[in-house]
């Protein structure tokens, strides 16, 4: 069955909760590891050369977390890469789609910040 645009815009409302939410207990969680490969496989499927990199950094990232470690100078320069890369994937969306990658883009960066500053808040972000 093929994928609609709704189903993709879930995943990605779907990431950006996840990423809103305590990175350390989402990683205790087996849900987790589903979320990354609906990810990958979302971006495969898109058969996009630009998407290269994301899958690289998310098939890493879901390796790392399935390891059971959780070693934040790994995690927080993937999600800043993945962040960046997001943002700039957005163009490449159509319709309701676009803001919603933008918004994971910014999920992601705000993720990674999130992980070098713990006492940090989004109003106190570089």
Known sequence: ME???????????????????NLSEEADRSSL????????????????????QLVVDLQELKAHFGSGSYDVDIIAPLLARMGTNTTQAASFAEGNTAPRVTKLGEALTAAAHQLRHPGATADTAE
């Open 33 to 52: 590891d589903n979320h990354l490969q609906q990810w990958i496989e979302d971006l495969k499927t898109a058969n996009n050369p630009s998407f290269h």
């Open 3 to 21: 994928k609609t645009e709704v189903q993709n815009q879930v995943h990605l409302d779907s990431a950006v909760h996840l990423l809103g939410g």
